[in-house]
């Protein structure tokens, strides 16, 4: 009598669920832009990048299929974490002030996996899909009649705007038993352009009293691209 086929001791099909955690370095570019105004008329240059990295931290949910030792599947993500930046500039006639504090406060993405198993432990995959990003800008108007120190307030605004892209990247799995796989990723995200609005409260410069409403296209033509390193963990449901 023949005996019984063993299982495969190493099988990457099924539903798995995790976590991760990482960092994420980019840049979110704008064209200030102030109602009634010829832009390149009140700053030396409108066009102005904002660095930003920062901690993250999210969870992840995918299936995957594997036919010998090419592993395919998908993946949506969640992240949240502490990714900000900040950029001060200067009208041309040095009297005003902007300062715009931006901050990524959600990201996430549904993509694609394809791989190749190098070992029945150890696989190398390609990904990429659709992005998202919930974003959030502060925006703050100092006021100094033309002498230093920036020492009045003049108006402060806020929104939450939200991006839509792609994402693609690389990275390796291990499975450490199982049900258990560790992995680590890099992705490129590119959130494509969006426009802010910020609407908020003017101040009067001698007394500090409020004297309006702000809101005018202060920044817009905004494009957001990052890339993310990330370390994360997989329980695999199944044999």
Same mark, same amino acid.
Do not use: C
């Given at each position: 009598?023949?005996?019984? #086929? +063993?299982?495969?001791?190493?099988?990457?099909?099924?539903?798995?669920?995790?976590?991760?955690?990482?960092?994420?370095?980019?840049?979110?570019?704008?064209?200030?832009?102030?109602?009634?105004?010829?832009?390149?008329?009140? /700053?030396?240059?409108?066009?102005?990048?904002?660095?930003?990295?920062?901690?993250? !931290?999210?969870?992840?949910?995918?299936?995957?299929?594997?036919? !010998?030792?090419?592993?395919?599947?998908?993946?949506?993500?969640?992240? /949240?974490?502490?990714?900000?930046?900040?950029?001060?500039?200067?009208?041309?006639?040095?009297?005003?002030?902007?300062?715009?504090?931006?901050?990524?406060?959600?990201?996430?993405? #549904?993509? !694609?996996?394809?791989?190749?198993?190098?070992?029945?432990?150890?696989?190398?995959?390609?990904?990429? !899909?659709?992005?998202?990003?919930?974003?959030?800008?502060?925006?703050?108007?100092?006021?100094?009649?033309?002498?230093?120190?920036?020492?009045?307030?003049?108006?402060?605004?806020?929104?939450?705007?939200?991006?839509?892209?792609?994402?693609?990247?690389?990275?390796?799995?291990?499975?450490? +038993?199982?049900?258990?796989?560790?992995?680590?990723?890099?992705?490129?995200?590119?959130?494509?352009?969006?426009?802010?609005?910020?609407?908020?409260?003017?101040?009067?410069?001698?007394?500090?009293?409020?004297?309006?409403?702000?809101?005018?296209?202060?920044?817009?033509?905004?494009?957001?691209?990052?890339?993310?390193?990330?370390?994360?963990?997989?329980?695999?449901?199944?044999?």
């Amino acid at each position: 009598k023949d005996a019984p #086929i +063993a299982a495969a001791p190493y099988n990457w099909t099924g539903l798995y669920f995790g976590g991760h955690v990482g960092w994420a370095t980019g840049e979110w570019d704008g064209s200030l832009r102030t109602a009634g105004a010829n832009p390149n008329d009140v /700053w030396d240059n409108p066009n102005q990048s904002y660095d930003f990295d920062g901690w993250l !931290g999210g969870l992840q949910i995918g299936f995957n299929r594997q036919h !010998g030792s090419i592993v395919w599947g998908l993946e949506a993500d969640a992240s /949240w974490g502490d990714l900000e930046g900040s950029q001060s500039v200067l009208t041309k006639s040095g009297s005003v002030e902007w300062v715009d504090d931006f901050s990524i406060d959600a990201f996430g993405t #549904i993509r !694609g996996r394809l791989g190749f198993l190098i070992t029945p432990r150890l696989l190398i995959y390609g990904t990429g !899909g659709l992005a998202w990003a919930q974003t959030s800008l502060d925006h703050t108007v100092w006021h100094h009649e033309g002498k230093a120190p920036f020492d009045a307030i003049t108006g402060r605004a806020s929104t939450d705007e939200t991006h839509i892209g792609w994402v693609a990247g690389a990275g390796g799995e291990w499975m450490l +038993a199982s049900n258990w796989t560790v992995r680590a990723e890099w992705m490129r995200v590119d959130l494509g352009e969006a426009e802010y609005h910020p609407t908020g409260t003017k101040y009067n410069f001698t007394t500090g009293a409020e004297s309006g409403s702000l809101r005018s296209d202060i920044i817009d033509e905004v494009d957001l691209t990052f890339d993310v390193f990330r370390v994360g963990v997989n329980y695999k449901f199944g044999n």
